[in-house]
């Protein structure tokens, strides 16, 4: 946008200037309609599930006066649209209620996994980027070769392989036997609790501290289901950035910069990948997006303690407050990511400023 | 293609430096325990409220009781801990305990009288779920401070009426009994709340050790109680890790990342076996699997019908497959290891005998609801009893959940069957026998939802009133026998077919020793613990 401003004349200053606004309210309504819907949503189905979220407060043995009285005090009794209207008025405090399980602030719950999942699911994309745009690039410039065939064979294995099989396999052969990474869990016993956690990622932490040791301890517990992770989200990547090289590799554009005499290097990374640069954007933040919520398996094998699996113990806990934060979190980072590549699109296709 | 080239090699750099051999695995250090369990059951900390297994495991080791069991010989039954000794009143309805000297909570405050009776008052006023083990000898919010009061260094607890005392005394060894700092606690009151929001998170008692830290589904961390009267504990800090899965558990077992792994499955348990510096223990623990049906079901009521579905479980076929290891044959409801606990198993599958029983009753073929959570074991004995039962031309529908969906219609009485555990609440016979045989009031809105036999609208046919006699005998050994006596009934009348006792195996790093999980009675011990 501020590229689009810059090359504004004087006398569109105004116009422009007033569509951007305009843009920007467009989309912040549009980002909170679909909050507000998604809380709806969730809300709703959070009360309509049949689940009773005060036998999972008050346990199996509860008399019917205790069931009754933590009923009462969880305003279950009121109306589900005042209840709403309630909860709503206290997530726009930035207050997401307290679990109703451990009784803390579920935002403080939420502070505590979310870095966690967010340092595995950054460095899996990482390596599902790394690795799986250049397969997918090769893989379609030479087309039916054998790099294509490998590239092929390893996307249908991480499309089709169980990732918990994939992890417990990883665990055994990489942990197990061979000794080369560490664990389960961020860290070895020895090394929790060293550094002071400042954003809860510890890889991050630790390099802040300057503590080697804990970063090197670190870093071999996360590989691990990192490259679990990466290996899922590169063969969906490599796929991708294939069928979209292939696409563009055989417009006309390409046949006449062949023709033009230019180098081949020259052809496929500037102009070909050039132009599919805006697709994978979108392509590796949907990755990313669902890494941050959908490695729930993963965690369970590698005892993670994320996001993934905090949403689903408390689903599983009828833990209502703790379902709406994770998914109103969740939510979000998908309409940011949204939003991110809408602006990447912006900056990156001349077709959309 | 030098980009290409340049990203491939930076991809193969992050690989190769994942790949680096761990730093220094293979042993945790030698004054700390780790431990691997499945710890996201823990809602609270505070022993007035908490009342699942992995807190009950946490709460154990950092509050002191009036009274407790030794661990290290729990045969011995309980034992004075906080008192020095108990004296009971000619009617049987006042114990007075006499408090020891100069012990210190963890704060350095002494340890009182004062705080031994507030701590009791608080758990029968806060009424959370536990409260009930307190409130049936007749404690009310309002009566609690007469009936349970501190005189100089003494302890008075009078009973609405008169009880056993060892039924009395076994209910202050439960979660519920433990003793709080009333000083540190009433600090951290906020709206009247006595502590509890404070103390769901952090301790304030005087065991062996003092909470550090609970993340939920994460750890709970434990480091010696530097008052603490007794020997100091060899292990002087103790980390439970939450590791969900029983494959995880074995392999950071065998790795030496941890010392016990606390929920290892019977295959994993099998790939142990006789793996180097790994031991295998079985101890028996408290759990009953049951089914019950309810009677409510114009079928399901007829008694030949109720004795019919006892000869419809194959007891030794899931003994010996599924639950190898895990679980044994029990059919009473005390489980074994308690007082009156007997050992007559007097069913077994026998489809004849059962087709004969229904043909006494004079029923067909029939289908029926059967409700079941969602758990590995749970849903295999669900599939087998499927299986036996259609063999006599019951059609079980099973109806599979989450815990809290499962129990809310049983709880409703809306299942036709259920197929579920039991725990014992406190180490006394009643705790069983005051569910499984007890029901007063069998009318709807008499909502005795903590009760099983109201739960499964059964009326106990005269077993009631048996209970409560048992309740206040004093003389053990008659006791003993009346609960006898109430299970030989309860096996042929009653809708519950009781089928196994739980076994828990653990896996443990062979220098572990003294280990107690607590067997039937009570919970995990860390501070006898050596490596």
Redesign the interface.
């Known amino acids: 946008m501020a590229l689009a401003e810059s090359r504004g004349t004087g006398r569109h200053r105004l116009p422009r200037f007033q569509r951007i606004l305009l843009k920007i309210a467009k989309t912040l309504v549009s980002v909170a309609i679909t909050m507000l819907g998604l809380m709806f949503v969730t809300f709703i189905i959070g009360r309509v599930m049949p689940v009773d979220p005060v036998l999972a407060v008050v346990g199996e043995r509860a008399t019917n006066e205790v069931y009754e009285q933590v009923y009462r005090e969880m305003g279950l009794d009121r109306p589900v649209l005042v209840q709403f209207g309630y909860y709503l008025r206290d997530v726009l405090h930035g207050d997401f209620g307290m679990s109703l399980l451990n009784a803390r602030p579920v935002s403080e719950d939420i502070r505590r996994v979310f870095p966690a999942t967010f340092e595995l699911a950054t460095l899996g994309t990482l390596i599902g980027v790394l690795i799986g745009v250049p397969l997918g690039v090769m893989a379609a410039v030479r087309r039916g070769s054998w790099i294509d065939q490998i590239a092929r064979v390893v996307a249908l294995v991480g499309y089709s392989m169980p990732i918990f099989w994939l992890g417990l396999m990883g665990l055994l052969i990489f942990y197990g036997i061979l000794g080369w990474v560490g664990g389960p869990g961020r860290l070895d016993i020895a090394y929790e609790y060293m550094v002071e956690t400042r954003t809860g990622m510890i890889l991050v932490d630790s390099l802040l501290a300057g503590n080697w040791d804990v970063f090197r301890n670190a870093f071999s517990h996360i590989i691990l289901p990192a490259s679990i992770l990466g290996y899922y989200s590169m063969a969906y990547i490599s796929r991708m950035t294939r069928s979209f090289m292939l696409e563009q590799l055989s417009a006309e554009y390409i046949i006449t910069a062949r023709v033009k005499g230019l180098p081949e290097r020259r052809v496929i990374w500037k102009h070909a990948f050039g132009n599919i640069r805006v697709q994978l954007i979108t392509v590796i933040a949907l990755s990313f997006a669902n890494l941050l919520e959908g490695a729930v398996l993963t965690e369970t094998i590698f005892a993670w303690p994320g996001l993934g699996s905090y949403i689903t113990t408390a689903l599983l806990s009828a833990d209502m407050n703790a379902v709406l934060g994770g998914t109103v979190v969740v939510g979000l980072i998908f309409v940011l990511l949204n939003i991110f590549s809408d602006l990447l699109y912006q900056i990156f296709d001349p077709r959309a400023k | ?4 080239k340049n ?2 090699t ?2 193969a750099m ?2 190769m ?9 293979a042993e ?2 030698t004054d ?1 325990l ?1 431990i ?1 369990n499945r710890i ?1 059951d ?3 900390l505070d022993p007035a409220e908490s ?2 297994f992995a807190g009950s495991d946490v709460s154990r080791n950092i509050y002191s009781k009036l009274v407790n069991f030794d661990p290290m010989n729990l045969d011995a039954g309980y034992q004075p801990e906080l008192a020095a000794s108990w004296d009971v009143s000619e009617d049987g309805k006042t114990i007075t305990f006499t408090m020891k000297e100069g012990l210190k909570f963890a704060s350095g405050n002494p340890i009182r009288a004062e705080d031994a009776a507030w701590s009791l008052q608080r758990a029968v006023k806060l ?6 083990i307190l409130t049936q000898f007749g404690f009310t919010p309002e009566n609690v401070e007469q009936m349970i009061r501190a005189d100089g260094n003494k302890v008075i607890i009078t009973t609405d009426k008169q009880y056993a005392t060892s039924f009395v005394l076994n209910c202050l060894t439960a979660t519920i009994g433990g003793i709080l700092d009333k000083e540190v606690v009433m600090q951290h009151e906020v709206d009247g709340d006595m502590g509890n ?1 404070w103390l ?2 952090n301790s304030a008692g005087s065991g062996p050790y003092k909470l550090v830290t609970w ?4 750890t709970v961390v434990l480091e010696t109680n530097p008052n603490w009267w007794g020997p100091e504990p060899a292990m002087k800090r103790v ?1 439970v ?5 029983s ?2 558990q074995r ?2 077992l ?2 030496g ?1 941890i010392d016990v792994a606390r929920n290892l499955n019977p295959q994993d348990v099998a790939g142990l076996e006789g793996a180097p510096g790994i031991a295998i223990d079985s101890e028996l623990r408290g759990r009953i699997m049951y089914i019950a049906v309810n009677q409510k079901h114009p079928i399901l009521s007829k008694p030949e019908v109720r004795q019919a579905i006892k000869y419809l479980i194959d007891y030794q076929g899931m003994q010996d497959s599924f639950l190898k290891g895990q679980y044994v044959i029990h059919q009473n409801f005390l489980p074994a290891t308690y007082l009156g606990a007997v050992d007559e198993n007097p069913f077994s599958l026998d489809i004849e005998k059962a087709k004969e029983l229904l043909a006494q009753a004079g029923v067909g073929p029939f289908e029926i609801e059967a409700g079941v959570r969602e758990a590995q074991e749970r849903l295999e004995i669900a599939q087998s009893l499927q299986n036996t039962f259609a063999q006599a031309g019951i059609t079980l529908k099973l109806t599979v ?2 815990g ?2 499962i ?2 219609r049983y ?1 409703a009485r809306d299942l036709d069957m259920y197929i579920g555990a039991w725990g014992p ?1 406190y180490p006394d016979p009643h705790t069983n026998a005051g569910t499984f045989a007890y029901n007063p009031d069998n009318r709807d809105e008499a ?4 009760l099983l036999a109201w739960r499964n609208a059964w009326d106990t046919d005269g077993l009631t009133p048996k209970v409560e006699a048992a309740v206040i005998e004093k003389d053990r050994d008659l006791r003993a026998q009346m609960y006898r006596d109430i299970q030989a009934e309860f096996r042929a009348k009653s809708p519950f077919g009781i089928m196994f006792q739980r076994i828990e195996q653990t896996g443990r790093r062979d220098n572990v020793q003294n280990l107690s999980l607590g067997g039937a009675i009570t919970a995990v011990s860390y501070w006898p613990v050596t490596k």
């Open positions: 293609m030098s980009f290409l990203i491939t930076a991809a992050a690989l430096v994942g790949l680096v051999p761990a730093p220094g695995t945790t250090p700390v780790v691997a996201d823990i809602t609270t009342f699942e009424n959370k779920t536990p409260s009930f929001a769901k998170t993340k939920p589904n994460e980390i890790r939450h590791v969900a899965e494959a995880t392999l950071l065998e790795r990342d959940g989450t809290k969906q129990l809310g709880r609440d909502k005795l939802t903590g």
